[in-house]
């Protein structure tokens, strides 16, 4: 389903974008290390050498980051270039992020849908930015 410009977001179409098994959301604290980790972990799941390891899936969405992947790398030499709001990622420094389906403790966030929903709403008109997120090499 797709949403073109100046059409009304109905509720239907919410959940229809976060039709998810899993769809708790979990807002946390991680440093740069265990973020570019995640991601080299869940490119890992795509891109292994060997199709047994593969675990499918896709990668990362991610808002307020833009990286580099080199799908052809080896495990933790796969993602490059991690940036918040432009500025490359600190290994030390924390982060606050968000995210749905997490791995790890459960999610004790309300559902994905309704924090879109809500998020929606208080927009009132949404933006797009047009700019590429990922850069793969």
């Known amino acids: ?5 100046g059409q009304t977001i109905t509720l239907e179409d919410v959940y229809a974008h976060t039709a998810l098994t899993y769809p708790n959301t979990l807002v946390r604290e991680l440093t740069g290390a265990e973020i570019r ?3 080299e972990d869940v490119a890992d799941n795509l891109f292994h050498p060997d199709p047994y390891y593969r675990q499918g899936g896709d990668m990362v969405r991610v808002g307020g980051l833009t990286y580099a992947i080199e799908p052809r790398k080896p495990m933790g030499q796969r993602i490059s270039d991690i940036r ?5 990622l600190s290994a030390d ?5 968000a995210s749905w389906a997490a791995v790890g403790p459960e999610a ?5 849908y309704d924090v879109v929903a809500q998020h ?4 009132k008109r949404v933006r797009l930015d047009p700019r590429p997120r990922v850069k793969v090499l």
């Not at 389903?1 to 410009?5: A, E, G, L, Q, S």
């Not at 420094?93 to 992020?97: A, G, H, W």
């Not at 929606?120 to 927009?123: E, N, Y």
């Open 1 to 5: 389903m797709t949403i073109v410009p």
């Open 37 to 39: 980790q995640i991601m």
């Open 84 to 88: 918040a709001g432009g500025v490359p």
């Open 93 to 97: 420094r924390r982060y606050k992020t």
């Open 108 to 112: 004790p966030g309300p559902p994905a």
């Open 120 to 123: 929606l709403r208080d927009l």
